[in-house]
Nanobody, 121 residues
Framework: QVQLVESGGGRVQAGGSLTLSCRASGSIFNVNSMSWYRQRPGDRRALVASIGSDARTYIDDSVKGRFTISRENSMYTMTLEMKNLKPEDTAVYYC???????????????WGQGTQVTVSS
């Protein structure tokens, strides 16, 4: 069974830093694009950052200059380094891949279970 598992969430004061990790597990041959989404209370899930298999990145303007996304293809992992965190960054952060090539075929739009990030003022 293919899974995306996030880790690294927690509580931090404004101005602090956290690093989120996402690891794809299972009988995997390839992971296409990987992304971080977040969902604030009462809001829709929104894209924060993404990285393609070619390492091209997208960073939302709301976090540009503070968040950095990276991936390690051989380990099927993705990292989101978050610095200078603000209270408005408080949300559940979700890992996503648009396509994972597995031993049982292609899996599309795969999501992790989410990890809570809380930034206090």
């Amino acid at each position: 069974q293919v899974q995306l598992v996030e880790s690294g969430g927690g509580r931090v004061q404004a101005g602090g830093s956290l690093t989120l990790s996402c690891r794809a597990s299972g009988s995997i041959f390839n992971v296409n694009s990987m992304s971080w989404y977040r969902q604030r209370p009462g809001d829709r899930r929104a894209l924060v950052a993404s990285i393609g298999s070619d390492a091209r990145t997208y960073i939302d303007d709301s976090v540009k200059g503070r968040f950095t996304i990276s991936r390690e293809n051989s380990m099927y992992t993705m990292t989101l380094e978050m610095k200078n965190l603000k209270p408005e960054d408080t949300a559940v952060y979700y890992c996503n891949s648009d396509r994972i090539d597995t031993a049982l075929g292609l899996k599309f739009d795969v999501w992790g279970q989410g990890t809570q990030v809380t930034v206090s003022s």
